[in-house]
């Protein structure tokens, strides 16, 4: 009986810690894995981009590429 009631110490503590670990998570991956919407390019435009530009305007990163033109 010792046994068990140290094994249900231990399924408590360990559930403690897992749910501790979980809140953390959650705050700081917060948002981070939500999808993003990108404007698609005119093709025209698109036709020019060299594959640097095309990666970091699908990567989100291009917005100032686009305001120069």
Do not use: W
Request: glycine share 2%; aromatic share 8%.
């Amino acid at each position: 009986m010792e046994a068990v009631r140290r094994l249900r110490d231990v399924i408590i503590l360990t559930l403690f810690v897992l749910s501790i670990f979980a809140l953390i998570g959650l705050q700081i991956y917060q948002g981070t894995l939500k999808q993003k919407c990108i404007l698609e390019l005119d093709p025209l435009v698109k036709a020019n981009f060299t594959k640097a530009e095309k990666r970091a305007h699908y990567e989100n990163r291009s917005r100032l590429t686009l305001l120069k033109q």
